[in-house]
């Protein structure tokens, strides 16, 4: 069974001329490329700094392998480019949520609102500017 299928899968790379393994090392290898470029953009957005080419490079990662795939394979049938749009979408829309909210939380070492003293002068959030006594 397992043999009938590897055949299957890497025939349909033969038939479009794309090959399975190429394209999933480029999807698997962009995710840490991704990853950074996406903490990258986020930093650039809380520092107010620019964050143009960081988006640009988290948004290239993101759709690298199905470029390949497009590049790459001839004859694709057409509910191939829809799954691809479809696909990149979401992905965009995921991203961008995830980014507005990473940008609605306190960066690390950033105080937080509603963070007490502790009895040694910390606040009980482990930071070491609070920004209201505790009454409690």
């Not at 479009?16 to 996406?38: D, E, H, K, R, W």
């Not at 988006?55 to 480019?81: E, K």
Request: net charge positive; proline share 6%; glycine share 12%.
């Amino acid at each position: 069974m397992w043999n009938a299928f590897r055949e299957w899968f890497l025939g349909l790379g033969a038939q479009y001329g794309v090959n399975p393994l190429i394209f999933g090392a480029i999807y698997v290898g962009a995710i840490p490329f991704f990853t950074l470029s996406l903490g990258w953009t986020i930093r650039n957005l809380r520092r107010k700094r620019p964050a143009a080419f960081p988006a640009f490079l988290t948004g290239f990662l993101f759709i690298s392998a199905y470029l390949y795939l497009l590049v790459a394979g001839r004859g694709i049938p057409w509910w191939v480019y829809g799954m691809i749009v479809g696909l990149v979408i979401f992905g965009a829309v995921s991203t961008v949520r995830k980014v507005r909210r990473k940008l609605a939380e306190p960066a690390l070492g950033e105080p937080q609102l509603g963070a007490c003293l502790t009895k040694d002068g910390s606040t009980a959030s482990g930071h070491s500017r609070p920004l209201r006594r505790c009454t409690r």
